[in-house]
């Protein structure tokens, strides 16, 4: 089995493609599943660097990765609702229970699996999971209604592209902030204003916004807070809020911990393949070129797909 096998934190350049058995049986409440792909996400990097070492302690070597999509090949005890055969996105970081995505083959728990979507290929259904599952509970957070107007910071990432359409989709107003380049981009996703997030002069017109989704790092959350209208939400995926500052403006404020479960999952497969979510894939690369990866996923809007066996 080829692998991205973590030996040692430190610079992803240090990534080792490992070729070794991989794993050949499933416990209670797991799946083992060959890959069609899996993607990168920032926080693959954050692990493979150290990032979490000390709150998330790993042994040395392991698997990175943790988005996938493939098919079943095996299905653990007390699993329900999958059969060999079936193919199946979902989440199996090291630090989520399972053995690690960028190989070609994963132990992924169940209950951080779902079905695939139909409407796309198994290999870009890749691209899904934790982005998908993040924009997907944190709009269930904020609860935008029929209307109301959201903003979500960060409409050309991942996230937030995929936020806006969800919004736009359940009758939400949407303004977005984006990097100039990615305008036009989340415009085509139908929000209804696009600002250039590196000018925050428009930020001044702003107030009575119902709910603001902040997928974006660095973010100062009480400047945000006045554009709220009273009793309105934030939440915030990379940026922490303080419990007094939000009352105090008469807000909701939370930071997300995103869990990827099944029933997350299915409500984004269902939204994919209804049309509703348009994914953005900025490239393709063999599974054992993910080094290079990393260095596309931070320089280039969209998701970064590898694929085993290429």
Same mark, same amino acid.
């Given at each position: 089995?080829?692998?991205?096998?973590?030996?040692?934190?430190?610079?992803?350049?240090?990534?080792?493609?490992?070729? *070794?058995?991989?794993?050949?049986?499933?416990?209670?409440?797991?799946?083992?599943?060959?890959?069609?792909?899996?993607?990168?996400?920032?926080?693959?990097?954050?692990?493979?660097? +150290?990032?979490?070492?000390?709150?998330?302690?790993?042994?040395?070597?392991?698997?990175? +990765?943790?988005?996938?999509?493939?098919?079943?090949?095996?299905?653990?005890?007390?699993?329900?609702?999958?059969?060999?055969?079936?193919?199946?996105? +979902?989440?199996?970081?090291? !630090?989520?229970?399972?053995?690690?995505?960028?190989?070609?083959?994963?132990?992924?728990?169940?209950?951080?699996?779902?079905? #695939?979507?139909?409407?796309?290929?198994?290999? *870009?259904? #890749?691209?899904?999971?934790?982005?998908?599952?993040?924009?997907?509970?944190?709009?269930?957070?904020?609860?935008?209604?029929?209307?109301?107007?959201?903003?979500?910071?960060?409409?050309?990432?991942?996230?937030?592209?995929? /936020?806006?359409?969800?919004?736009? #989709?359940?009758?939400?107003?949407?303004?977005?902030? /984006?990097?100039?380049?990615?305008?036009?981009?989340?415009?085509?996703? +139908?929000?209804?204003?696009?600002?250039?997030?590196?000018?925050?002069?428009?930020?001044?017109?702003?107030?009575?916004?119902?709910?603001?989704?902040?997928?974006?790092?660095? !973010?100062?959350?009480?400047?945000?807070?006045?554009?709220?209208? *009273?009793?309105?939400?934030?939440?915030?995926?990379?940026?922490?809020?303080?419990?007094?500052?939000?009352?105090?403006?008469?807000?909701?404020?939370?930071?997300?911990?995103?869990?990827?479960?099944?029933?997350?999952?299915?409500?984004?497969?269902?939204?994919?393949?209804?049309?509703? !979510?348009?994914?953005?894939?900025?490239?393709?690369?063999?599974?054992?070129?993910?080094?290079?990866?990393?260095?596309?996923?931070?320089?280039?809007?969209?998701?970064?797909?590898?694929?085993?066996?290429?």
């Amino acid at each position: 089995m080829t692998a991205i096998r973590v030996t040692a934190y430190g610079p992803l350049d240090r990534l080792v493609v490992a070729e *070794e058995g991989g794993p050949t049986e499933v416990g209670e409440g797991q799946l083992l599943v060959r890959v069609a792909a899996a993607s990168i996400n920032p926080v693959d990097a954050g692990i493979a660097e +150290g990032a979490m070492a000390d709150a998330v302690p790993l042994e040395l070597p392991f698997t990175l +990765g943790g988005d996938y999509s493939g098919i079943v090949e095996q299905v653990g005890p007390g699993v329900e609702g999958f059969a060999v055969g079936d193919a199946v996105i +979902g989440q199996a970081s090291v !630090v989520m229970g399972g053995t690690g995505s960028f190989a070609d083959r994963v132990v992924a728990p169940a209950m951080f699996s779902a079905h #695939a979507p139909h409407a796309i290929p198994l290999i *870009e259904a #890749a691209s899904l999971p934790l982005v998908g599952a993040s924009a997907v509970q944190a709009l269930a957070s904020i609860a935008p209604a029929a209307g109301q107007t959201v903003l979500v910071l960060g409409g050309g990432g991942s996230i937030g592209s995929i /936020a806006v359409q969800l919004a736009k #989709a359940a009758g939400a107003r949407v303004i977005a902030s /984006a990097a100039g380049p990615d305008r036009d981009f989340v415009a085509s996703l +139908g929000a209804d204003e696009v600002h250039d997030y590196a000018d925050g002069s428009w930020l001044t017109a702003l107030t009575g916004i119902d709910s603001i989704l902040d997928a974006t790092p660095g !973010v100062e959350p009480t400047a945000y807070y006045p554009l709220l209208r *009273e009793g309105g939400a934030m939440v915030s995926l990379l940026t922490q809020h303080d419990a007094g500052a939000s009352s105090a403006a008469r807000v909701m404020a939370s930071t997300q911990m995103t869990m990827p479960v099944t029933e997350t999952l299915d409500r984004l497969v269902a939204a994919v393949d209804a049309g509703r !979510v348009t994914l953005r894939i900025a490239a393709t690369l063999p599974l054992a070129r993910a080094a290079e990866g990393f260095a596309i996923d931070v320089t280039t809007a969209g998701k970064v797909l590898l694929v085993p066996g290429r």
